[in-house]
């Protein structure tokens, strides 16, 4: 098939163009970034530069590459700071509520039979009820203040691209990534991995705040399978084993060499952390990987994060 891949150079779209070119597909990956043409080259996609923003840029761009599938991996996240979540996630927020409704415009106009988006489960699901979330469960309609204008753009995505009645209107509801190229990562850019290691993460009240997480070569071959044979409607794509902080970030800090978290109570975290950290911390809901398993059979490289983080962060 031909796939046209936005956001192609992100921590996610570099292991996604190679799955997918390993696959036999012809993708045309998209860079705001010129000097990005060339790294995708190298991966094997046809680059193409234009802004996720501009309308016009976006449907040129998708116009001349006839693609068969649209894929959204838009993000602009930058380093993780939870005190500035609302600045911090600003052009995110544009990305997945504007840009997606110029790449939805585009894909209209050319026909694709699938149009495939990037969103993020943990703060997609309600945080009440049980720990872990199916794709049936209700999304959060009453997020922390700090994170509403990102849960509504959020919500925005899922319900442009599941309104998108003219194709199969698929979103990815992803875990957090962790692996090379991303903020979990044994790279230059893993400056999460890096607070831990400074112990500059700490453990927060009892740390029962569930998280799901997922390789970025698993999110790539998940999404690789919603290209080639998803159907309308989201998928969590988590691995095997949401687990809460109190056991997840003592087992990451020792797989990065690091010595045991601190703990703080949960009332010094919201302060010093603001509201976002302390959900992050308490709060946060898991969920199932048991459709995208299902329906798309995938299989992961990494199945639980017990050894992803021990074996997969390079
Ligand atoms: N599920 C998750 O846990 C999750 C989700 C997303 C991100 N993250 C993490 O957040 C960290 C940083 O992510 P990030 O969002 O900064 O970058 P990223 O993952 O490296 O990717 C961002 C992608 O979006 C593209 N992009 C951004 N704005 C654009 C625009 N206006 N027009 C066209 N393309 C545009 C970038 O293109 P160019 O740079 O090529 O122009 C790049 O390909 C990583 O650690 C990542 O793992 C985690």
Do not use: C
Request: proline fraction near 6%; avoid cysteine; charged fraction near 20%.
């Amino acid at each position: 098939m031909k796939v046209f891949v936005a956001g192609a150079t992100g921590a996610l779209g570099r292991p996604l163009i190679a799955e997918l070119v390993e696959r036999g597909h012809e993708v045309t990956g998209m860079t705001r970034t010129a000097a990005k043409q060339d790294l995708l080259r190298k991966l094997g996609a046809g680059p193409v530069v234009a802004d996720a923003l501009d309308p016009g840029a976006v449907m040129r761009a998708v116009s001349d590459a006839e693609p068969d599938v649209i894929v959204h991996e838009l993000t602009a996240i930058g380093a993780f700071n939870p005190r500035r979540m609302e600045s911090g996630f600003a052009l995110t927020n544009r990305l997945r509520t504007e840009g997606t409704d110029h790449l939805l415009a585009a894909g209209r106009e050319v026909g694709v039979k699938r149009f495939v988006a990037q969103s993020f489960a943990p703060l997609a699901y309600l945080r009440t009820g049980g720990m872990i979330k199916t794709e049936d469960d209700p999304l959060d309609s009453a997020p922390p203040a700090t994170i509403r204008t990102s849960n509504a753009a959020i919500r925005h995505l899922e319900a442009v691209v599941a309104g998108a009645d003219w194709t199969e209107g698929i979103t990815l509801r992803y875990g957090g990534f962790y692996g090379p190229g991303t903020s979990m990562g044994l790279d230059p850019l893993g400056d999460m991995a890096e607070a831990i290691r400074k112990r500059r993460m700490p453990l927060a009240g009892k740390g029962t705040g569930v998280w799901s997480f997922v390789h970025v070569v698993d999110a790539a071959s998940a999404t690789a399978e919603a290209i080639e044979q998803g159907s309308r409607g989201a998928y969590n794509v988590v691995d095997d084993e949401p687990a809460p902080v109190s056991e997840w970030l003592p087992f990451l800090a020792n797989a990065l060499g690091a010595k045991p978290p601190l703990h703080v109570p949960l009332w010094l975290a919201r302060i010093a952390g603001g509201e976002a950290a302390a959900v992050m911390m308490s709060e946060l809901r898991g969920s199932s990987n048991a459709k995208a398993k299902r329906e798309l059979g995938w299989q992961l490289r990494y199945p639980s994060w017990r050894e992803g983080f021990v074996h997969g962060l390079r």
